[in-house]
């Protein structure tokens, strides 16, 4: 659907689908396997393809996650290790200026985020303290709403990441944890507080974005970004409500680097970063087949 120039740091993260068939993507500006010379950018595609930079970051921060609100707002991740003035999430004000809404520690690393049905609250997914914060979509100091040992990167792996994708689905909010490669689902109670925490999967190495077939169906896209770190396959897995799982797309399909999925209607989205050579950084899209997807699902 689209191409971009990893030499210049157009590495796609994450990415959110808009209701007029628009989409925001988070690009990383450089990798945690390259040079960082680029500042990363959160940039918006049309529906007929034209591109529009809305934030360009500093060198040496990622934009990671995104989301979008009921009402339009856009919220996105900085990444800025070391940098307390910059780490934190922000949101577009209405000239198109980036806020910081949200600061957090020097040494947290966020990444997904998610917001609640209400659109009162964000979550973000700490990929280095093993937490998930949340904070006011209007701003304010966070809190670590829950911290676990089911969240936290495992330090001797070649990238030490945990919490990463963070997505809130029915009632609960759902969050992939990168190293151990497992997807996590933790209900929401009445008075907002974390319930216990579901293993919904294991056995997925370098598991990242999510998105659900639709809004009540608790069928997942998961993106297996295996080449990131050469821990694994690049693949597309559904996962279907009892845990049992199948690759639905994988390199042979084009997938390099495949880091975050978005459904609409009927058509999946793949961001892919392109990190191994030749760096086919790109966006992907195809049509899903909803009866052979919902058959035959355990595997």
């Given amino acids: ?28 500006g450089s990798c945690a396997v390259c040079q960082r010379t680029h500042g990363p950018q959160l940039m918006r595609i049309s529906a007929s393809g034209g591109r529009t930079v809305l934030v360009t970051g500093q060198v040496g921060e990622a934009i990671s996650g995104n989301t979008r ?42 990444n997904g985020l998610a917001i609640d049905p209400a659109g009162r609250t964000l979550y973000i997914a700490d990929s280095l303290k093993g937490l998930i ?44 944890n990168f190293n151990k490669g497992t997807l996590l689902r933790v209900p929401v109670t009445g008075t907002g507080a974390a319930g216990p925490i579901r293993l919904v999967a294991g056995g997925l190495p370098n598991i990242d974005d999510l998105s659900f077939l639709t ?27 009892n845990g049992t799982y199948k690759a639905v797309l994988t390199s042979a399909d084009g997938l390099a680097s495949p880091s975050a999925t978005a459904v609409r209607g009927d058509r999946l989205y793949i961001t892919n970063g392109g990190v ?14 909803f009866a052979a997807l919902l058959a035959n699902a355990a595997q």
Avoid: C
């Fill in 1 to 28: 659907m689209a191409t971009f120039d990893y030499a210049v740091g157009e590495i796609p993260e994450n990415i959110t689908v808009n209701p007029d068939g628009s989409m925001i993507l988070s690009m990383l």
């Fill in 69 to 110: 609100g009921s009402d339009g707002t856009v919220y996105y991740s900085v990444w800025a290790p070391g940098n307390a003035a910059r780490n934190g999430v922000y949101t577009l004000r209405p000239d198109g200026t980036p806020q910081r809404i949200a600061a957090l520690p020097a040494d947290a690393g966020p």
């Fill in 133 to 176: 914060w949340s904070v006011p979509v209007s701003g304010g100091s966070v809190t670590p709403w829950l911290t676990d040992a089911a969240l936290a990167p495992v330090p001797t792996e070649a990238l030490p990441i945990g919490a990463n994708g963070l997505r809130f689905h029915n009632g609960a909010l759902w969050v992939s």
């Fill in 215 to 241: 809004p009540w169906s608790d069928v997942v896209f998961v993106a297996q970004n295996g080449s990131s770190s050469q821990n694994g396959p690049d693949r597309v897995v559904v996962v279907y409500p």
């Fill in 276 to 289: 191994p050579e030749p760096h086919d950084a790109k966006l992907q899209t195809g049509r899903i087949n």
